[in-house]
């Protein structure tokens, strides 16, 4: 019997094994019903069978050999939506490919012994329901992959969000530590260290939350106006000196700064910057934050001399969750970034129609490189630095 009808015949059969082998999983009290199985099961195993009886070109079978076969985005086929029960039901990724090891077993155990002879159309029967299997499996393993990756990025979003009112406290604590006359002399120098720290952690909430922002298909938002990047700069130069008050900056601004900038947000970008090569340097060189405003952009340079950065690295420098190793010479303690900065600082300028770079070297330094159009054209869209 050609095994696209034995599956079909002995439907029942094969779903009552596959149901009996995923409810010994744990923990099976929390996925899904006895009914969900058997249904997801049927429909898999019923498209598996169709696939089986559907003639494909010789690209086609090649293309699914090799794994390229398309992969269904969402929940629109059964074994997508089975992925993403087993996810919501606390299932492990190692669970769920066994239940497909199972309902693989399953099927070729039944039917093996009705093969008599083993043929060539025997042997592509069972080279294509290999494929179906992998390929329901590969369905399924997409989609407990984006729900888990959701999940993630919603409670990252949730304790950034939670995280704020206790450092406004935090904060406000500091704050009133070192007002004259509240305290003694110790209480004043505690009071500047709650400062410094409520900054720090501040930055890291913001950075947390833009990118479970950035994460959960959200764009970043910028609002721009009439703004002085000099006065932004200014800003920014001032928080990281907070936050790292044995580290010297420097300002250095020519040209028209007035454009059209979101302020907070670019401010952002400064500081994540400046934060970054404070953390990196090395020596008692200082930090330098310099801009240049050109009649259609404004180039902001922030340069740090510290240890070189290889090239392997600088490829990877703006993808979130990077943080290269801080050596014994650089100056900044490694606990105080998520690894967040210079991607937020990447999406921020992205989403201004900017650009930001870098490039290192023993000679000039380490230097982060952010060119901003300064206006919008006649659409309404950023103009682009060419």
């Known amino acids: 019997m050609k095994l696209a009808a034995f599956i079909t015949a002995h439907m029942d059969e094969i779903v009552a094994e596959f149901v009996a082998f995923a409810r010994t999983l744990e923990p099976a009290s929390l996925g899904n019903s006895v009914v969900e199985l058997k249904d997801h099961a049927r429909e898999i195993l019923l498209t598996i069978a169709a696939g089986l009886d559907s003639a494909e070109t010789p690209k086609q079978k090649r293309d699914k050999s090799v794994g390229q076969a398309s992969v269904s985005k969402g929940p629109e086929t059964a074994a997508a939506a089975h992925g993403a029960a087993r996810q919501s ?3 492990t990724l ?93 209480t ?82 400064f500081s994540n910057l400046l934060n970054n090569a404070a953390q990196y340097r090395s020596g008692k060189k200082p930090v330098t934050l310099a801009a240049h405003g050109g009649k259609t952009e404004v180039t902001v340079t922030v340069t740090n001399f510290g240890r070189e950065i290889a090239q392997e690295s600088l490829r990877a420098i703006f993808d979130p969750l990077v943080q290269l190793s801080v050596s014994s010479e650089q100056k900044g303690p490694m606990n105080t970034s998520l690894g967040l900065g210079l991607f937020i600082a990447r999406e921020i300028t992205v989403a201004h129609g900017g650009t930001i770079g870098v490039e290192s070297g023993t000679s000039h330094g380490t230097v982060f490189t952010v060119r901003l159009p300064r206006t919008l054209d006649l659409r309404g869209t950023r103009s682009r630095a060419r």
């Open 89 to 91: 039901g606390g299932f």
């Open 94 to 186: 190692p669970q769920l490919t066994a239940e497909y090891r199972a309902l693989r077993a399953s099927v070729l155990r039944l039917w093996m012994p009705t093969v008599r002879s083993v043929t060539r159309a025997t042997a592509e029967d069972l080279s294509a329901f290999h494929e179906g299997i992998d390929q329901a499996l590969q369905e399924s393993a997409v989609q407990y992959a984006q729900k888990t990756d959701r999940a993630r990025d919603t409670f990252l979003a949730i304790l950034g969000h939670d995280l704020r009112t206790p450092l406004a406290t935090m904060s406000m604590a500091g704050v009133f530590l070192t007002r004259p006359g509240e305290g003694t002399e110790r």
């Open 188 to 269: 004043a120098q505690i009071g500047v260290r709650v400062k410094r720290s409520a900054v720090a952690m501040t930055t890291m909430v913001n950075d947390l939350l833009e990118y479970a922002r950035t994460e959960l298909g959200g764009k970043m938002p910028v609002s721009p106006s009439l703004a002085d990047l000099q006065d932004i700069c200014q800003f920014a130069v001032e928080e990281a000196t907070a936050a790292h008050p044995d580290c010297e900056f420097l300002l250095r601004c020519e040209g028209d700064m007035i454009g059209d900038f979101d302020a907070p947000r670019l401010s952002q970008v």
